[in-house]
């Protein structure tokens, strides 16, 4: 298809209901277990932390 074509077409309406789609299900429990993220919070982790208190203590 070229480029032409491609921008002729009509977009499609996204009919996923609201938090119904793949994306939001597969991080749930994460967003769940975690605080909100301006408090700081992160969902994911890069090791244990180091006993000094800085980097990832690897």
């Given at each position: 298809?070229?480029?032409?074509?491609?921008?002729?077409?009509?977009?499609?309406?996204?009919?996923?209901?609201?938090?119904?789609?793949?994306?939001?299900?597969?991080?749930?429990?994460?967003?769940?277990?975690?605080?909100?993220?301006?408090?700081?919070?992160?969902?994911?982790?890069?090791?244990?932390?180091?006993?000094?208190?800085?980097g990832?203590?690897?």
């Amino acid at each position: 298809m070229d480029a032409a074509e491609f921008n002729a077409r009509d977009v499609a309406a996204n009919t996923s209901p609201a938090l119904h789609d793949p994306g939001r299900n597969l991080f749930a429990n994460s967003r769940a277990l975690v605080g909100p993220a301006d408090k700081g919070a992160l969902s994911i982790s890069c090791g244990p932390p180091a006993h000094d208190g800085g980097g990832a203590g690897l």
